[in-house]
């Protein structure tokens, strides 16, 4: 099957600090990925959709400048948490698309802690 | 935008007992229903898809079925198993390769 790994899978940082997360499909070519946000005990919200080689598209809510998208080869999106606050603390999880059979394969998502 | 209804919200069940998830959908451009099981702390692992040109799916001890008019989908899972235990997300879409809406999730505890 299709696999999917994000890194780091665990961070801790100071508040102010950048982090960068990175979502690879490791056997396959994903020309799209997603990036998920997920609170405590809560469902999964997308926060952006990746295209290879072209701007990120955000969802309404989530600020393009402090939550940086680069999806600059057909294995790799990065996510970067700009400035992080402690409300930014949550498990973020990319999917990437594959596109033979146009089915989404997740990440283990990545726990993000900002103190 | 797509509104994914979910219920419900915590399920408790005895080993070897039916267990029912029922979603709503709001956008008839819906045309992909994944469910999802997820483990704490892990990724969630599709476990059945529907698309809307059929009405009922089965896989084993697993069944979605989807009425479409109605616009509402259901996992159904049968003799449930202590392993079966985790949280279920039914999420909705206008194709599989695109983003996914996500219901808020079903806790099911299934016990002994």
């Known amino acids: 099957g299709a696999v999917v790994s994000q890194h780091p899978s665990r961070v801790i940082c100071k508040s102010g600090t950048s982090v960068k997360i990175e979502c690879r499909s490791l056997?396959?070519?994903?020309?799209?990925m997603f990036w998920y946000r997920q609170f405590p005990k809560q469902s999964l919200m997308l926060m952006a959709t990746?295209?290879?080689?072209?701007?990120?598209?955000?969802e309404q809510g989530v600020e393009k400048d402090k939550f940086l998208i680069n999806h600059a080869s057909l294995t790799l999106s990065t996510l970067t948490v700009t400035s992080a606050h402690p409300e930014d603390s949550s498990f973020y999880i990319c999917?990437?698309?594959?596109?033979?059979?146009?089915?989404?394969?997740f990440g283990p998502g990545t726990r993000l802690l900002v103190l | 935008g797509e509104n994914v209804e979910q219920h419900p919200s915590t399920l408790s069940v005895q080993e070897g007992d039916s267990a029912v998830i029922k979603c709503t959908y709001s956008?008839?451009?819906?045309?992909?229903f994944p469910w999802y099981k997820q483990e704490l702390g892990k990724r969630p692992q599709l476990i059945i898809d529907?698309?809307?040109?059929?009405g009922e799916k089965k896989d084993q001890r697993i069944a979605v079925t989807l009425n479409k008019t109605a616009k509402h989908f259901s996992l159904h899972i049968t003799e449930t198993q202590p392993e079966d235990s985790a949280v279920y997300f039914c999420?909705?879409?206008?194709?599989?390769?695109?983003?996914?809406?996500f219901g808020k999730g079903t806790s099911l505890l299934v016990t002994p």
């Open positions: 999917s990437a698309r594959r596109t033979v059979e146009e089915t989404q394969y």
């Open positions: 056997d396959f070519q994903a020309t799209t």
């Open positions: 990746s295209n290879e080689g072209s701007k990120a598209t955000y």
């Open positions: 956008d008839s451009a819906s045309n992909y």
């Open positions: 529907i698309r809307s040109n059929v």
């Open positions: 999420a909705a879409s206008i194709n599989s390769g695109y983003a996914l809406n």
